[in-house]
């Protein structure tokens, strides 16, 4: 792809391809999203299904999206033809490209003594930095950041955090005034986490690491039994299976993902834990875990790595040397997955590709 922003061509999902919300619209619902733009920006044929889809602002947090879901919410909570409703709500606050904003990140870390502000603006040059240390297919993306320097950026990252969560504490508060919060099933999730020179990288997308990987996913049910912690891995794609078996409509056909209600309940379900990143064709990375164990491949350069995320959370210790079975045995895994989606691994190799600036 051209690396200029005005000559980029953006993939849409294709029309034939049933969205969530399409499927719950079909189903009686009314849909509503109130987003940060940038990647789930309608253009990309995420806002299908919605009668309403705020994504006017890029990197926007929830100081801009709550206060437009809150008001329609209070709109349309009591109308006949929305009584069962859809409402995605979303932001980037902890995001690089979001900034603080009830207080700068040095009065938030008061602290540090350091040269660095905090500042979206900065956090950008580092995390380019970062990646431009990519010279080969293969490398690791490396930065400079003293570790002073990383813990201020990580309390920054706190600090952003805590700010992100008052939000969504308003945003809940109203649930309750409106009497929803007691009738509507609510999901909770990220869709990646951050690193902070855990792998000598900054931001994320550069690794498949368990910074990456680990990510908040809660579900709250009207009536439910009390809070419980699954601690089998389980996958952000379970998150809408999981929603239409607790709300008794039929299952999505032809998705990867299932519901989680049968786990919740005890029972075993086979759940293949896989990821990939292409970050901005930075990088070209596809990981699978079995157990306690991941292989992480990298297509450019057939670098396999394996860790044992139970005793290795930090993965600082590669196993494929050591334990070269499991390492293949997961890789098959890998291959296998890719060649299901009709991709072939080998077409990645060595290759090197202009990197998309945007985003």
């Given at each position: 792809p051209n690396t200029n922003q005005d000559d980029l061509v953006f993939a849409r999902?294709?029309?034939?391809?049933p969205t969530f919300s399409e499927k719950m619209v079909g189903a009686g619902f009314n849909a509503a999203a109130f987003t940060g733009g940038a990647g789930v920006s309608g253009k990309f044929g995420y806002n299908r299904g919605f009668s309403t889809y705020l994504d006017d602002k890029?990197?926007?947090?929830?100081?801009y999206s709550g206060p437009a879901a809150e008001a329609w919410?209070?709109?349309?909570?009591?109308?006949?033809?929305?009584?069962?409703?859809?409402?995605?709500?979303?932001g980037y606050d902890v995001h690089g490209q979001h900034p603080l904003i009830d207080q700068t990140p040095r009065a938030a870390v008061p602290t540090y003594t350091g040269k660095m502000d905090g500042s979206?603006?900065?956090?950008?040059?580092l995390r380019e930095a970062g990646l431009a240390e990519i010279k080969n297919p293969g490398d690791p993306a490396n930065g400079d950041i003293s570790p002073e320097d990383t813990a201020f950026l990580l309390a920054v990252y706190d600090a952003k955090v805590k700010e992100a969560d008052a939000r969504l504490g308003k945003f809940v508060a109203t649930l309750k005034e409106l009497g929803l919060y007691d009738t509507s099933i609510i999901v909770l999730l990220a869709d990646h986490g951050e690193e902070f020179m855990e792998h000598d990288y900054l931001d994320h997308g550069a690794t498949l690491c368990q910074h990456q990987l680990h990510v908040p996913l809660s579900f709250r049910f009207p009536n439910g039994e009390g809070a419980q912690v699954i601690k089998t891995p389980v996958r952000t794609i379970d998150a809408s299976p999981t929603v239409f078996d607790a709300l008794g409509l039929p299952p999505i056909a032809d998705v990867d993902g299932k519901s989680l209600i049968p786990l919740i309940r005890g029972e075993k379900v086979d759940l293949p834990i896989r990821a990939e990143s292409d970050y901005r064709l930075f990088v070209r990375l596809r990981a699978a875990r079995v157990g306690d164990k991941?292989?992480?491949l990298d297509l450019q350069d057939g670098q396999k790595t394996l860790f044992d995320?139970?005793?290795?959370?930090?993965?600082?210790?590669?196993?494929?040397?050591a334990d070269p079975k499991t390492t293949y045995e997961i890789e098959q895994d890998v291959r296998a997955w890719m060649s299901a989606m009709k991709v072939d691994p080998a077409q990645y190799l060595g290759k090197r590709e202009e990197t998309i600036k945007i985003f």
């Open positions: 999902l294709a029309d034939d391809i890029v990197f926007a947090g929830m100081d919410l209070r709109e349309n909570h009591a109308k006949p033809d929305a009584a069962h409703f859809l409402l995605f709500f979303h979206i603006e900065e956090q950008a040059k991941k292989v992480i995320v139970a005793a290795d959370p930090q993965e600082s210790n590669d196993l494929s040397v």
